[in-house]
């Protein structure tokens, strides 16, 4: 009987717990930033990817998974970090309580200048007795030594609640000429003086372009969604501190009004976190409780407007018109010669609707909005209490919560039943990451394939010209010595390389999922 499962790899670098766990920097993000897509893209895994971990003292880790060691440490915020995400090939956006959301340049180019020092190796923090009394070094001298990259927007937002930002791509006329290297984007965030409205601001102009309110006395907001449905149609996913969840449709683009498609009172205690399906058809939620509910996103499309158009108004007749003959009388159309027959069947119900041309009269009152539905497509009560950080993986299949209890727990998302729980972290977890899966390990294998074939032809060719040289010269034991010599140093090249693509390899490939705890430690964990 097999054991149970182990972590890959356990990142030691965070002196306070985690709170945010991410996989940036991935293929698809790079090649759609000239485009706008509605649909959760595809994503691949590269060499560039890296793991992205924010902890509650404000440092930004970044870990390259070939190696598993940091390539960029800086701190970010001086509370602690809400929410994190990537942004394309070198954007990283930074959610923090010191009310700001931040968006950092960090190319794989930009690593060079920053610096890898962990939190963890400071000896004021390691000094301290627990995370949330620990001496903080100052401000200048940890910059000083950790420098930060470099700021291209920063937003002030409110921050009183624990609830991350949620952001997608902005639909608007300016799209194809944005301002910003990666286009322009809406960020969604509660609002600071109404405890159910969210906010939604523009970037790279800053502002606020509507106020959204989704509900009464539902109580703070705790996980927020934001995507596009399609050109118009925007979707904002929320979950609520009573246990409320709501699917708003903004059905005229981020600053027009919002109608509530979905409300459900699935959990008793407040939602700790929510992700939205990659097909954008069904979304599932986590509580302090032990329930798990998968909700649907039910955005009914917009009727077209039917629009009467007016009729081109004859002129007068005057006396010297002369009425055309019946010969030379236009033959009238099948659709006017059946309109007229039914004007004359119906006469007109009185002299003053006759009288009022078609454009004139009043359209008719739009339809009732409907109510929105109550009812989830699936609820689960799990007997597992306090499970946060839940992320749905890129296929689909399965999603993942962070426990409590310490365990990581593995869903199917289709019958939301309990496939695996991953333990190892002694204390509670916090945050939860899926790698996309399948990765881009043709292309890495194939370009670092095509180099050790080079590099082993290149050798072949010299071995051939000094057995050439060697057959011109007979017994000439230095160039036996030299060509020894050579294949010994071809070879162990070779194998350096097959080394370095066998770690490549498994970087990108592996179904990664990362989960942080509160002892500031990250399990790495490769998955079905």
């Known amino acids: 009987m097999a054991g149970p499962a182990q972590p890959t790899a356990i990142l030691r670098g965070h002196r306070a717990q985690v709170h945010a766990a991410v996989f940036v920097r991935t293929e698809s993000a790079a090649a759609l930033a000239p485009a706008l897509s509605f649909a959760a893209p595809p994503e691949t895994a590269t060499a560039d990817t890296r793991l992205a971990t924010g902890d509650s003292a404000g440092y930004v880790v970044l870990w390259d998974l070939a190696i598993v060691r940091p390539r960029a440490v800086w701190r970010a915020h001086q509370n602690s970090i809400l929410g994190l995400a990537g942004w394309g090939a070198d954007q990283i956006v930074t959610h923090g309580r010191d009310h700001r959301l931040i968006v950092w340049q960090v190319g794989v180019a930009d690593e060079a200048r920053l610096s890898t020092a962990l939190p963890l190796e400071d000896e004021s923090l390691l000094s301290s007795s627990s995370s949330s009394s620990a001496a903080r070094p100052k401000n200048d001298d940890d910059d000083k030594r950790r420098p930060r990259p470099w700021m291209l ?6 921050t009183m609640n624990f609830c991350a930002f949620a952001s997608c791509l902005y639909a608007g006329p300016a799209t194809a000429t944005a301002l910003s290297p990666f286009g322009e984007r809406l960020v969604a965030v509660p609002n600071a003086l109404t405890l159910e409205a969210v906010d939604l ?11 959204v ?12 969604a934001l995507f596009h449905r399609d050109a118009t149609t925007l979707v904002l996913v929320a979950a609520f ?36 399906a990659p097909d954008r058809s069904y979304f599932v939620t986590s509580a302090a409780d032990d329930v798990v509910a998968k909700h649907p996103i039910a955005v009914q499309p917009r009727p077209p407007g039917t629009v009467d158009v007016p009729t081109a108004t004859p002129p007068p007749a005057t006396s010297n018109d002369i009425p055309p003959s019946s010969s030379t009388r236009p033959t009238a159309s ?16 009185s002299l003053l609707s006759s009288a009022v041309p078609l454009a004139a009269r009043p359209l008719p009152p739009p339809a009732p909005p409907s109510e929105p539905e109550t009812q989830p497509l699936q609820l689960v009560h799990t007997k597992h209490a306090g499970q946060q950080g839940l992320r749905i993986r890129q296929d689909g299949r399965i999603f993942a919560t962070a426990g409590w209890d310490g365990r990581v727990r593995v869903y199917a998302a289709k019958t939301l039943k309990e496939v695996a729980v991953l333990k190892w972290h002694q204390t509670g977890c916090y945050a939860v990451g899926f790698a996309p899966v399948g990765g881009a390990a043709g292309q890495a294998h194939n370009t670092i394939s095509a180099d050790t074939t080079e590099s082993k032809d290149s050798g072949g060719s010299k071995s051939n010209e000094e057995d050439n040289n060697n057959n011109n010269n007979n017994n000439n034991n230095n160039d036996d010595d030299d060509k020894q010599t050579s294949l010994v140093s071809t070879s162990r090249s070779a194998r350096e390389i097959s080394v370095k693509e066998r770690r490549l390899r498994h970087a990108v490939t592996a179904h990664w999922l990362a989960a942080g705890s509160k002892d500031g430690k990250v399990s790495l964990w490769n998955i079905f």
């Open 153 to 158: 927007h920063v937003l002030e937002v409110s």
């Open 201 to 211: 601001f523009h970037l790279p102009s800053q502002r606020r372009v509507n106020t």
């Open 213 to 224: 309110t989704l509900g009464k006395k539902e109580g703070m907001i705790m996980a927020l």
């Open 241 to 276: 501190e009573s246990g409320v969840a709501v699917v708003a449709v903004l059905a005229d683009g981020a600053d027009g009004p919002a109608t509530i498609r979905y409300r459900a009172q699935t959990h008793t205690q407040p939602v700790l976190s929510l992700d939205v």
């Open 334 to 349: 099948l659709l006017s010669a059946a309109l007229a027959q039914e004007a004359a069947a119906s006469p007109p119900s």
